[in-house]
């Protein structure tokens, strides 16, 4: 379920890989704001493999290693059909992202061989707001790649690490990248009903928070909301309502405009199979 999020990376892919490139801002806002998911898509295949050149290149660059991490890790999750493909590239996104993380912050260097308790421990260690953004990458990518390798429990059992270091993200810097991190941990509690420990509440809270925080303007938000929570509570009314006014809304929020294109593509998905899912 968490695969979906990778056009949501592709927000700071844009962002952080154009200023890496010089390529000029206004650039960069053409592509955020545009409304051509398909025209994307096929750009993005050069963009991987341009990436790949640049980490050979500048294999200590956090920017270069934090960006390549974002494309691989969304490419994986949106556009590549292939399981042993998201597998193999999800994995690559990770150890991208963790040696970025390793750049910039010295106590997650080893953070995917500590014991969860250790790691828990040495994620709340790390209490300045400016590491937000890197909190965010690797805990972000994390839960992609554990989704993507959903059948390894070995994978599973690392979920709570990436869950701290989104929580210790929103904690130190509330509503980062229109309220993502927000988003991510709603999913992440609504994995499980509550008849099987998850948190259904918990997950309505970070939704609804993720919505306040962005304004209303993430449209993905209220998407995951209507899929992962009223789906997981059997709330057809919520459901429905959630989607109709991501349908109802301007997609056009400036640089959030390709990723609400994307939101309401799903949006139109889901509401096509609602009175099939709530029989």
């Known amino acids: 379920m968490l695969q979906r999020f990778g056009l949501a990376l592709i927000l700071l892919l844009f962002v952080t890989g154009c200023a890496t490139f010089r390529i000029p801002s206004n650039l960069s806002a053409e592509i955020l704001s ?8 096929d750009g993005l295949p050069t ?15 956090v920017r270069v290693l934090s960006t390549a991490a974002e494309l691989n890790s969304a490419y994986a ?56 953004p890197m909190l965010y990458l690797l805990g972000s990518i994390w839960a992609g790649y554990i989704q993507a390798h959903s059948d390894d429990w070995n994978a599973v059992a690392q979920l709570p690490k990436a869950q701290r270091l989104l929580e210790q993200q929103v904690k130190l810097y509330p509503g980062y990248n229109h309220a993502m991190g927000e988003l991510y941990l709603g999913v992440i509690a609504s994995i499980l009903p509550p008849a099987l ?23 993905i938000v209220k998407v995951f909301y209507a ?50 899912y709530f029989f």
Request: charged content about 30%; some cysteine.
């Open 197 to 219: 420990g998850g948190q259904p509440e918990v997950a309505r809270e970070y939704f609804e928070r993720a919505i306040t925080l962005s304004r209303g303007r993430n449209l």
């Open 77 to 132: 999750g949106v556009f590549m059909e292939s399981e042993e493909r998201q597998k193999r590239y999800s994995a690559k996104a990770l150890d991208l992202a963790t040696r970025a993380a390793c750049r910039e912050i010295r106590s997650l260097c080893d953070i995917r061989e500590q014991r969860v308790s250790v790691a828990e421990q040495t994620i709340d260690g790390i209490d300045r707001e400016r590491d937000a």
């Open 34 to 41: 545009s409304d051509d998911l398909e025209l994307v898509e």
């Open 227 to 276: 899929q992962e929570y009223a789906r997981l509570m059997f709330d057809q009314e919520l459901h429905d309502d959630l989607l109709e006014q991501v349908l109802a809304a301007d997609p056009s929020q400036g640089q959030l405009t390709l990723q609400n294109a994307y939101a309401q593509s799903l949006a139109r998905e889901l509401l096509a199979t609602s009175n099939d």
């Open 47 to 61: 963009y991987l493999l341009t990436m790949d050149g640049l980490v050979r290149t500048y294999p200590r660059n």
